[in-house]
């Protein structure tokens, strides 16, 4: 029986993606589940695995073309090579033998990032293949764990240059760069941006932390009471008192939205991405974390969904855990404002005539003057700061 690969289903907002890995060629043996091809859009790089154990067939679209919902990527003839061992054996892109192991690509490469030994995993797929699947709900033995070494990055262009040679390198941008940079041309040359500058004195919620951070992990499952939560919080209470920041602008029409999604700004080593926090208004602070901390691994880890970065209604992004100690940050399209962190840095300041020592950072509300007035954004970021210098003020709404 002979079935079809074909391309995700795309939402709305993508109208295209580009083929841009084959892990396998007509004749290699496939097992179930195991990857074969990835497909990257202006969003998210994904993966399409094998739905049935067989024979890569025929390739219908090569690295780089240009594919939509629904495309037919390729075909497979099922349980072609169902025990086929010598053939699985002569197929080198099939299987990676180590030692008397043999385990799937994408299984490889996730005991890499994991640290973990193939030697040590059963596998569940066909003649004892190690699938992804096993890698992910592998679970040492507790005396057997040791500390696992330094993730490696993500696969990206190679533009290490010889040292002390002039030397040019030319690499294609990946399509993601490419919708980044027109994003960013879009935005500057299609908005009135303007921004607004503040500083907040981050002791308060330092102190907070630092006096209930082992009893809120043991609360919230190890969820971890990082400063995110506390500016997603003091965000979203302010954008409910300033509902034109929380708007959009649709062609001639403003769109106020009567619920605040937040996007947040995570990096990966092909680009910024934007998963977004939906109706933060609900959330606790638990929940913002553990949410933030899983789109952090995700992201890296190429997983995020498309689904997943549809949206938002205002956006946040933190430079400082780059060292960033104050910048302009650009917005997001079409959403009308963007709420800029920075890194936290000891200052002197004048407190009640008194010089003291605070840790200080600055904030940057970027905005598109367009919708928003000066006024507003101004009092938009002094709420921020009243309530991230007063933390009760979140609890209590005030």
Request: glycine residues 8%.
């Amino acid at each position: 029986m002979t079935i079809e690969i074909k391309t995700p289903t795309f939402p709305e907002s993508v109208q295209d993606g580009e083929v841009a890995t084959w892990y396998k060629q007509p004749g290699d043996a496939i097992a179930r589940d195991e990857l074969i091809v990835d497909i990257e859009t202006d969003k998210v790089t994904q993966e399409v695995v094998s739905p049935a154990d067989g024979v890569l067939k025929e390739i219908f679209k090569n690295e780089g073309d240009t594919v939509v919902s629904e495309d037919v990527l390729a075909t497979i003839e099922v349980g072609a090579v169902a025990t086929a061992a010598p053939v699985a054996a002569a197929t080198a892109d099939a299987v990676v033998a180590t030692a008397d192991t043999v385990a799937s690509p994408a299984a490889r490469k996730m005991a890499q990032e994991k640290g973990i030994d193939l030697a040590v995993v059963a596998g569940s797929g066909k003649n004892g293949l190690i699938t992804k699947e096993d890698i992910a709900n592998y679970q040492a033995p507790a005396a057997a764990k040791a500390p696992a070494p330094a993730k490696a990055p993500a696969a990206v262009a190679d533009i290490s240059l010889p040292a002390g040679e002039r030397v040019e390198k030319r690499v294609p941008m990946t399509r993601m760069r490419k919708r980044i940079a027109q994003r960013l041309m879009e935005t500057s040359q299609g908005t009135a941006m303007l921004t607004t500058f503040n500083e907040v004195n981050m002791a308060p919620i330092m102190a907070l932390r630092s006096k209930y951070k082992e009893q809120f992990e043991k609360s919230h499952n190890g969820t971890r009471l990082g400063f995110m939560g506390f500016f997603v919080k003091a965000a979203t209470e302010a954008l409910r008192r300033f509902p034109a920041v929380n708007a959009s602008i649709d062609g001639d029409d403003v769109v106020y939205h009567g619920y605040q999604d937040i996007s947040v700004a995570v990096s990966t080593e092909k680009g910024l991405v934007v998963p977004v926090l939906r109706n933060t208004e609900n959330m606790s602070l638990a929940e913002v974390e553990n949410t933030i901390r899983d789109f952090g691994m995700r992201a890296r880890d190429g997983k995020l969904g498309m689904d997943e970065m549809i949206g938002g209604t205002f956006s946040i992004t933190n430079g400082g855990v780059f060292g960033s100690l104050m910048s302009t940050p650009i917005l997001n399209p079409p959403q009308t404002a963007i709420l800029g962190m920075h890194k936290i840095q000891e200052r002197p300041m004048a407190v009640n005539g008194e010089v003291k020592i605070l840790p200080m950072m600055y904030l940057a509300v970027s905005y598109d003057h367009r919708l928003v007035d000066g006024k507003d954004a101004v009092q938009f970021l002094v709420a921020i700061k009243d309530m991230l210098e007063d933390p009760a003020r979140i609890l209590l709404e005030l």
